[in-house]
């Protein structure tokens, strides 16, 4: 079973960088001075010779879709071309079938009286502004914390006949616009000490305005577009040439102070007494309400809208010094409440009342298509230009999600939205932030989109952190930064429950079961431990920490204790017999401090050693029992002596602090650190003790793996101290991790870019050598689950299966096989089945074949190395077909003689060619394994046939000719019960009765049993089942 369901790609889709290279080496002439052009037949044979994968007619139609023009031929230039545009084509297509996810909607609590107008956004100071009909402007943090609230108003009419119909942010120049029913536009600039102070009054307009636009030039501030629309259908445009500067000039006779606002008239902009402006008009609504207004910059014209049949939808053409405006119109039946433009699509989408979004071309006058699916008149609509979707608000408060590559549906929200039978309603998303606001009447709502991992299917809602496998109960736990731990089925994937909050709003770092597997441990960042049963009840608390933040990597639990690792250079124990109070203090460790640097992980081998290790790569072995220290060790020469130097001194100092552990050892790393004075290069994220590997103390061999900076692995004896052998198994990465099974015989490891790998190492180290081997372990399998750093590694065995359990920080839990094949992700909606998934045939090819990667100060190996696939996923070696087994098979057949006749007469099959033998199987029974079927032996004949005589009373060795006498009913009933509680007395008592003719019957004459047949038979009952039985035995007994 697979993560994501599996459709067949193009093969331009499985490409990869490396065979891009060598197609673009198989274009290139013998010298390599330039590129030859290939016809059909040489590109076929040219691109398998090249890539070795692939079948013959997915070459022919890669050629096909190359040659467009239908030339014969093509070139390096053609492919690399149909590359770009088929990679770009394929990442838009991506990024608009891809379906947002939306957190819980929100009800902010906006100081609204009357229905809001507008909703703008401030780039500058990444601010909200909501402006509602009465005048009350309400100021929104980025956190969307509602700051301040500001009454706008104009001084030539009354409050309560004033109203704000529009409003618009003028970024370039720091400045808000808004409009009011008293036929004025005043320009608040927010750079002023009063942060909404008016510095300009446009009056004298004719008609009252009731929707704005405004568009400036990015590239320069100067250019700037402020269109209007009103009530009586016209549009009018101000186009500002000295923004920066300027918006409006000061007349001479105006006052000096710069805190005063200037009043403009709209006749002295007609006549263009001020050269910094100048404006455009047309009139092409027929008097109708212009329900929105924009400026199109890369088209230079003016879009408009009308609730009217004729002339819906209006385009005006900026040409400077033509009046009137030209225009182009589009008519829509019943109008047009709202619309959007699309630059890249070049798409103008427009909401109708209809029920109907029509999508226009701009030279076009009928719609190059028609949304359809509201079933109400659409209110509003918007562009998310990035992933060229689009929504529409309908007036039954459904919002819909349109994916603009199909002009198809791909998502429908109902039923979370206010309920309020009239409303007035903007939709305003900002495409930088990915929030969309609704705003009904004097409501603000706010849906918020989660951020996305492309494909990834996600476990959790943060980073997860660790993963366990619990035996018992056969779940799985993980937890995630968010301080959620949560519990799911390992054979179905399901998840089971979730516990939220677990300590607090702080990161949980690591888990840890206990010996029962019935309660689990979690520590944070906060310092803490806690002890939970899988109830959710928190048993204990422990305070790792000493109420200080810590951040804790490990948890170890030994039979007597619980040691807390991963801040500090001591190890912090609790003792099990103090766990008798809820929050419980730490004890003191005996052995004191004997790591110079902080202490990252441990392990433990019964019966009473402990390893550590720590940010140096210093690794300490502990006597558990007396928790006294008795040898040290270092990958590292010059870090080993520095700190057996530094113990010694410190030793001096504090003789019963540090006692004397033995001598380090002899043998350091063949790989040299980037920097040898970087001790952090060594440093040791890993420990485990392999415990399936028995006799380790004679033969010399490596009982202890580690892992951590640089991607490197050791091995090393802890018996006699020695590092035993090391090898790089992530290159180009900081550190690794790591895991081993119980058995010893696979050690899997993972790095920051979401890459695993599996080795077998059932061989590996088993004797000492005399120097450190650096041969590489054989790989089974490499496989990259996760897009993003793993954060842990567990194993388990689940229906005979080694399983790997991966945790990684891109929110995902995933499920995969030892073989590399993975099963499925937690929290996928498909859910799989371990039991009835059998793992696909394993295959070994040299590992050289596969990937060349080399490994530093790595010595030749000895023996060859091989990486195991599965069958399917590399060409088939050519079989040979004997043709005489075809006619032989049958022989031994069991599907009968005409068949075989028939069979036989057919045809013999083609041999398969040389294309067919490298296809990959694809199809419904592609995944199955496939052996050849084991030879039928005789099957042995049971006990009941060979000795009947134990089993029946009935002699078989008498002759055939002798009649067989069958016994009477009375003499099979051999029962070892009471009768009288198994049947009715009434058949009892005629069972009774019938053994007594019997016995007349063997004793008297065949007329009195005649005629005592006869009684019986007219007092036995007719009607039942019973009787009808008996009846039929007497018949016979009387025949005898």
């Not at 190359?66 to 590359?83: C, L, Q």
């Not at 401030?122 to 909200?128: C, P």
């Not at 909404?196 to 704005?212: E, V």
């Not at 890369?298 to 033509?322: D, M, P, Q, R």
Request: proline residues 3%; hydrophobic residues 35%; charged residues 25%.
């Amino acid at each position: 079973m697979e993560t994501f369901k599996k459709v067949p790609d193009q093969l331009e889709n499985r490409l990869s960088v490396k065979d891009i290279m060598k197609i673009q080496k198989a274009f290139m002439t013998p010298n390599f001075e330039g590129f030859v052009a290939l016809n059909r037949k040489s590109f076929i044979d040219t691109m398998f010779i090249a890539l070795g994968y692939g079948i013959e007619e997915e070459y022919g139609d890669l050629f096909d879709r190359i040659d467009v023009a239908r030339d014969g031929f093509v070139d390096w230039n053609k492919v690399t071309t149909f590359m770009l545009l088929e990679l770009y084509e394929n990442d838009e297509r991506t990024k608009s079938s891809l379906v947002p996810q939306w957190k819980e909607i929100k009800f902010l609590p906006a100081h609204h009286k009357e229905p809001i107008q507008s909703i703008v956004y401030l780039k500058n100071s990444h601010r909200y502004l909501s402006l509602s009909k009465e005048g009350w402007m309400n100021v929104w943090g980025e956190n969307l914390k509602l700051q301040q609230t500001v009454r706008v108003a104009t001084d030539s009419v009354r409050l309560r006949d004033l109203w704000v119909t529009s409003m618009v942010s003028m970024t370039n120049v720091n400045k808000v616009a808004v409009a009011f029913t008293s036929k004025e536009i005043c320009f608040y600039d927010l750079n002023s000490k009063d942060e909404f102070f008016c510095q300009y009054k446009l009056h004298g307009i004719c008609n009252t305005l009731i929707s704005m636009h405004y568009w400036f030039n990015p590239k320069d501030g100067n250019e700037a577009v402020l269109t209007f629309g009103d009530v009586c259908g016209e549009v009018n445009a101000i186009c500002f040439i000295a923004a920066l500067i300027s918006l409006f000039e000061r007349q001479t006779n105006s006052t000096d102070e710069q805190e005063a606002t200037v009043a403009i008239t709209w006749q002295e902009l007609v006549k263009g007494s001020h050269k910094c402006c100048f404006t455009l008009q047309h009139k092409e609504h027929n008097k109708e309400w212009i329900r929105q207004v924009q400026y199109c910059s890369n088209l230079e014209a003016f879009i408009s809208c009308a609730t009217t049949n004729l002339n819906a939808l209006v385009v005006g053409w900026k040409e400077k010094g033509t009046s009137p405006m030209k225009t182009t119109s589009f008519h829509v039946n019943e109008g047009v409440n709202a619309f959007d433009y699309h630059p890249e699509l070049n798409l103008i989408a427009s909401a109708a009342v209809d029920h109907q979004i029509y999508l226009w071309n701009p030279y076009m006058s009928k719609p190059s298509g028609i949304l359809q699916g509201h079933l109400a008149s659409v209110i509003g609509i918007q562009f998310n230009i990035a992933r060229r979707q689009l929504f529409s608000f309908s007036k039954d408060k459904v919002l819909r999600i349109w994916d603009m590559q199909n002009q198809l549906c791909i998502q429908r929200l109902a039923g979370i939205f206010p309920k309020c039978l009239e409303f007035q309603t903007i939709l305003y998303f900002n495409e930088t932030t990915g929030q969309l606001f609704t705003t009904f009447n004097n409501q603000l709502t706010l849906l918020e989109m989660k951020q996305e991992n492309s494909q990834c299917v996600k476990s959790h809602e943060k980073s997860v952190t660790c993963v366990l496998f619990n035996s018992l109960f056969k779940q799985v736990i993980s937890s995630d930064t968010g301080s959620t731990v949560t519990v799911w089925m390992i054979e179905t994937g399901q998840k089971v429950k979730q516990f939220t909050g677990c300590h607090g709003n702080s990161e949980i770092t690591t888990m840890a079961l206990d010996a029962s597997e019935t309660k689990f441990f979690t520590a944070s960042v906060d310092g803490t431990v806690k002890i939970w049963d899988f109830n959710g009840h928190c048993h204990h608390k422990l305070n790792a920490g000493r109420d200080q933040a810590a951040d804790i990597s490990q948890i170890l639990i030994l039979k007597r204790s619980i040691l807390a690792l991963g801040w500090e250079r001591i190890i912090t124990v609790f003792r099990t017999d103090t766990l008798t109070e809820f929050f419980v203090q730490p004890s003191e460790w005996k052995g004191k401090a004997q790591h110079q640097n902080d202490i990252l992980c441990a392990a433990f081998l019964p019966p009473q050693t402990l390893v550590t290790g720590s940010y140096d790569g210093e690794i300490v072995v502990w006597n558990n029992n007396s928790e006294k220290a008795s040898s040290r060790f270092h990958p590292s020469l010059k870090i080993a002596l520095k700190s057996q130097s530094d113990n010694k001194l410190h030793q001096q100092e504090e003789p019963q602090v540090i006692d004397d552990c033995s001598a380090v050892t002899t043998r350091h790393s063949l790989f040299n650190a980037d920097s040898e004075d970087d001790e952090f290069n060594y440093v040791v994220s890993r420990l485990f003790f392999l415990e399936g590997r028995k006799n380790v103390s004679s033969t010399g061999g490596a009982n202890l793996v580690a892992c951590g900076g640089c991607g490197i692995v050791r091995f090393w004896n802890t018996f006699k101290s020695l590092l035993l052998a090391e090898f790089e198994a992530h290159s180009n990465v900081a550190s690794i991790i790591m895991t081993v099974d119980k058995k010893s015989d696979y050690l899997i490891t993972g790095d920051v870019n979401g890459l695993i790998k599996v080795w077998n190492i059932q061989e590996y180290c088993l004797c000492s050598s005399d120097t450190v081997i650096s041969e590489v372990p054989l790989m089974v399998a490499a496989i990259q689950p996760h897009n993003d750093c793993i954060s842990h590694l567990e194993t388990c065995v689940q229906d005979n299966h080694l399983l790997i359990l991966s945790a990684s920080a891109d929110c995902s839990i995933v499920l995969s096989d030892i073989t590399g094949s993975v099963i499925g992700v937690f929290g996928q909606d498909e859910h799989w089945r371990i039991g009835e998934c059998s793992p696909p045939s394993v295959t070994k090819i040299p590992l050289k074949t596969l990937k060349d990667e080399k490994t530093v100060g790595q010595k030749q190996v000895r023996r060859e190395e091989y990486l195991a696939v599965s069958k399917h996923s590399i060409p088939i070696a050519e079989e040979k077909i004997d043709h005489e087994d075809r006619s032989n098979v049958w022989k031994s057949t069991v599907l009968g003689k005409v068949f075989r006749e028939n069979r036989i007469q057919k045809k013999p099959r083609p041999r398969l060619s040389a294309w067919g033998k490298l296809r990959s199987p694809i199809g419904t029974f592609s995944c199955l394994q496939m052996e050849d079927l084991e030879k039928i032996t005789d099957v042995p004949k049971p006990n009941f046939l060979q000795n009947p005589h134990n089993y029946f009373d009935i002699n078989f060795e008498e002759s055939d000719n002798e009649t067989l006498m069958f016994p009477t009913f009375s003499e099979t009933l051999k029962v070892a019960f009471d009768e009288k509680n198994l049947f009715p007395k009434e058949i009892l008592d005629r069972e009774h009765k019938v053994k007594h003719l019997d016995k007349q019957n063997l004793s008297g004459s065949k007329a009195a049993v005649k005629q005592n047949i006869s009684n019986v038979k007219s007092r036995s009952p007719q009607r039942t089942i019973t009787g009808m039985k008996l009846r039929t035995e007497l018949d016979s007994s009387i025949q005898k």
